[in-house]
């Protein structure tokens, strides 16, 4: 369910949280987009499954995506809208160890 104000750009985490893109910080934003060029170049696993009450009902199924698969199923393009909503560039320096 949409909650009000809710546009349903989210990430969702590894452990299923949502997280709304405007809540993400520069640096995490900025890895994820990086994930997902490395993932749309490099390609990478989709698994589905699912079933019923019993295991003939049950059923799995994988495949490999890659290019604009990839950025397609991660919002790749709503990520970067963000990262230029907040005036910011992809690989921008944001810190140093020598300062």
């Known amino acids: 369910m949409k909650r009000i104000g809710d ?32 993932k749309a ?18 059923w799995y199924e994988e495949e490999t995506i890659a290019g604009d698969e990839v950025l397609e199923k991660y919002d790749y393009e709503g990520l970067l809208t963000e990262l230029k909503r907040r005036g910011l560039k992809k690989y921008e320096k944001i810190y140093s160890f020598n300062e």
Do not use: F, P
């Open 41 to 58: 170049e490099w390609g990478m696993k989709v698994e589905y499954g699912g079933g019923g009450w019993d295991a003939d009902d049950c």
């Open 7 to 38: 546009t349903g750009r989210a990430w969702i985490t590894s452990g299923g949280q949502r997280v709304a893109y405007k809540d993400i910080s520069n640096l995490h934003l900025r890895n994820i987009i990086k994930w997902i060029e490395i």
